[in-house]
């Protein structure tokens, strides 16, 4: 089946650092890609779509400023949290959809301190 | 924007006992998805619902859409310790795969051996 793999798994930076978070589509090209973040004991909530070539749509409430999303190409997608605080450490989640289906990365666990 | 009602948010169950969850919703989603997630792991893909009334199984797990398509409830029989886990609806509200999904808040399922 499709395959998403998301890098890094767990990151830990600086307050006012960026954090940049990768996910490629394996095997198969991933026309769109949709970025979710996920509070301790939370629901996913979607922050923005991207389409390969494309600016990404965001979300109401989300910073497209703090959360830059990169789809140059139709296999890799990247999500980069800049000037990051503690308060944007979460757990980061792409999906894409092959045929009818959406698969997930594995996450990213990303601390701010 | 949308919601899902999922509830309940915890289940505390004996093994060997039998699950249900279900979401409710205002709006009218296309698609139906049930999802399950483990600790610091992306959500994997249980049961998609494409048509109202549509009941679907796998293995010991069986949904069903709902005739509005407005709700969905999954039910788990004869419950072991490998379905402990958070049990996410998802819907999809048009077809096609352009966009993203909106969550339930989860249902926490932990069992007492």
């Known amino acids: 089946g499709a395959v998403v793999s998301q890098h890094p798994s767990r990151v830990i930076c600086k307050s006012g650092t960026s954090v940049k978070i990768e996910c490629r589509s394996l095997?198969?090209?991933?026309?769109?890609m949709f970025w979710y973040r996920q509070f301790p004991k939370k629901s996913l909530m979607l922050m923005a779509t991207?389409?390969?070539?494309?600016?990404?749509?965001?979300e109401q409430g989300v910073e497209k400023d703090k959360f830059l999303i990169n789809h140059a190409s139709l296999t890799l997608s990247t999500l980069t949290v800049t000037s990051a605080h503690p308060e944007d450490s979460s757990f980061y989640i792409c999906?894409?959809?092959?045929?009818?289906?959406?698969?997930f990365g594995s996450g990213t666990r990303l601390t701010v301190v | 924007g949308q919601q899902l009602n999922q509830s309940p948010q915890s289940m505390f169950i004996q093994e060997g006992e039998d699950v249900s969850m279900n979401c409710t919703s205002s709006?009218?989603?296309?698609?139906w998805l049930w999802y399950k997630q483990e600790p610091g792991e992306g959500p994997v893909l249980l049961i998609a619902?494409?048509?109202?009334?549509e009941l679907t199984s796998n293995g010991r797990l069986t949904a069903q859409f709902g005739i509005t398509r407005k709700d969905s409830f999954l039910n788990i029989s004869a419950s072991i310790p490998s379905d402990v886990g958070i049990y996410f609806c998802?819907?999809?509200?048009?077809?096609?795969?352009?966009?993203?999904?909106?969550f339930g808040k989860g249902t926490h399922l932990i069992i007492q051996p």
């Open positions: 991207s389409n390969e070539g494309s600016k990404a749509t965001y």
């Open positions: 619902l494409y048509k109202a009334g």
């Open positions: 095997d198969f090209q991933a026309t769109t």
């Open positions: 709006s009218i989603f296309n698609t």
């Open positions: 999906s894409t959809t092959q045929g009818s289906g959406y698969t």
């Open positions: 998802a819907g999809q509200l048009r077809g096609g795969g352009a966009d993203g999904l909106t």
